[in-house]
């Protein structure tokens, strides 16, 4: 009976291992299919002002195949000086890109925003560049038009 009892214990601690490592494993996958795949840093005209402080962007993409939620992940420039946080509802489809502008605008799926009126948020010269972090802090991609 002891040794049935042992053997139940075993396989009941390697099903707890094995499910832990199925979900950090889904969490890897999304740091690694969950990039930022491009943008525009320096649109037409005077980057700090409407309408191109609302055409300065960053474009990420969801390449898993199932939606990915982004919550307490986020996006900054070079020093951070300006971070674009996910609102905890937002999930990105598989497939989908979505491109964060500096301006204001509508949200929708496919379009986030900053939020500012005045100022760009990408530098024009290097060593600029876009860094996306996952909740843990980690850097999951950067991009650079430079």
Known sequence: MSRLRALVTMLLALSVVIGASAAGAAEVDAASCVRVVGGTWNPPGNDN???????????????????????????????????????????????????????????????????????????????????LRNAAETIVSTWSAY
């Open 49 to 131: 002002y409407p309408p191109a402080l609302n055409a300065e962007s960053v474009k990420i993409k969801n390449a898993c195949s199932t939606s990915q939620v982004l919550t307490g992940w986020r996006l900054h420039d070079y020093k951070a000086q300006h971070t674009f946080r996910f609102s905890s509802e937002y999930k990105i489809g598989p497939g989908a890109t979505v491109t964060i502008y500096s301006g204001r605008g509508t949200r929708t799926a496919t379009r986030l925003w900053f939020g500012f009126t005045y100022g760009s948020v990408w530098n024009d010269t290097a060593p600029e560049r876009a860094y």
